[in-house]
């Protein structure tokens, strides 16, 4: 009968390398499993390709890759407090078994399906509180408050518990994503390994110790593998409210029209519309960092990206900041090694994804703003306005009729 035997690690840890190093030596085993997939055991072991910059505008997606960023340097930042490297125990795993002719099974789900169910799984609110919760760590560890951590008490379960109880109060469909899913995933491919080798040694984070330990216990809970591998595709709840919030502008524009009160109104409603968006856009485009022409490109399509739900006016003024920064793919590697915001905002790259994050940010605001003030602006009563408005339209309708 085969044996697995699992060494939890934390993966910014000293000790957590020396301890692999002696599992390996005393174990013996025939295999060593490790939490990577191919391709971030490429990159610990060859170093990080680095995408195209025109891929990286292309996709759209970058809030995630500001979210990405964000959990690697809180990582990293706390391995620099250590003085290790993240990922060196799986490293120090991987060379201890070559040192010794032993096979290396990567057994991690791919990273790219890991984050994309991730990030689908969440939902907006569960968005917004792991942006504001990255963007805090990554100011306290920025300044400093990284000093001090005690990592191998991060191997305590009763720690491991309490930081995984309070991850899924704070996020429970990222937690199943980012937790449970690869519990169930790793315990799968360590049933595989166990059936063609008599000793595994399975080296993981701490964190899923306990998970993969039950799902080992007791095959049948294991859900199936399809399922833990295929790609989420959740309900566009975002393109709804922005199909949604043109509904209601063209709405409010057009009660507006019939309701009797003048085309001056009407242009004024129009005005402010333009004039919040665009104004609110170039604002935070200017507080990220970017170029004033990005600023003005922001505000002159914002009005119109506002009620496209397939544009956002940080999309436009990341494209012309990406044209006057020139960022080149070394930015990519020296983004990730960044040591402080400061070092960050002088990043060309990182310039033109905050502008992108932070126009949409202006974007959002001014939509928010101008249902907020538009009436108050007006010096109308909503209810009469819009009242007459829907009157006038449901006599012409009876009229044609």
Sequence with gaps: MSE????????????????????????????????????????????????????????????????????????????????????????????????????????????????????????????????????????????GGGEGIDIESLKQQDVITAALEEFRRFSPNGARALIDERDAYL????????????????????????????????????????????????????????????AVFVGILTLIAFSGVGAGVLLWALIYWVLLHGVLTA??????????????????VSWLTAIHPLLAAGWFSAIVEAKIRKPRKGDVKRLLEAADFAELRRNPLFKVVFVAALANVGSTLGTVAYFAFLFPALGIDPSVLLGQGAENIWRLIAGAG
């Design 187 to 246: 315990a799968h491919q360590l049933i595989v390994l166990s059936r063609s080798h008599e000793r595994v040694l399975a080296v993981i984070g701490a964190g899923h110790v306990a998970g993969i330990t039950r799902y080992l216990a007791d095959p049948s809970t294991l859900p199936p593998l399809e399922e833990l591998t295929r790609t989420v595709k959740p309900f566009p709840w975002l393109k709804v409210i922005e199909v949604g919030v043109a």
């Design 4 to 143: 697995i035997r699992l060494v939890g690690t934390a993966h910014v840890s000293s000790e957590s390398v020396d301890e692999v190093r002696r599992e390996v030596e005393a174990f013996a085993p025939d295999i060593v499993a490790v939490e990577l997939d191919p391709g971030r055991y490429h990159a610990l072991k060859y170093g990080v390709e680095e995408p195209e910059i025109a891929d990286i505008l292309k996709s759209g997606n970058l809030s995630q890759l500001l979210v990405q960023w964000a959990l690697g340097y809180v990582q990293r930042r706390i391995g620099m407090d250590v003085g290790v490297e993240p990922g060196a125990e799986m490293k120090a795993a991987c060379e201890a078994a070559e040192e010794r002719g032993i096979r290396v099974g990567l057994i991690d789900r791919d990273i790219r399906i890991t984050l994309q169910r991730f990030w689908s799984s969440m939902t907006i609110l569960e968005k917004l509180r792991m942006g504001g919760a990255l963007a805090l760590s990554v100011l306290q560890i920025g300044g």
């Design 283 to 300: 604002v935070f485009t200017l507080l990220a960092g970017g170029h004033p022409l990005s600023a003005l490109t922001g505000f002159a």
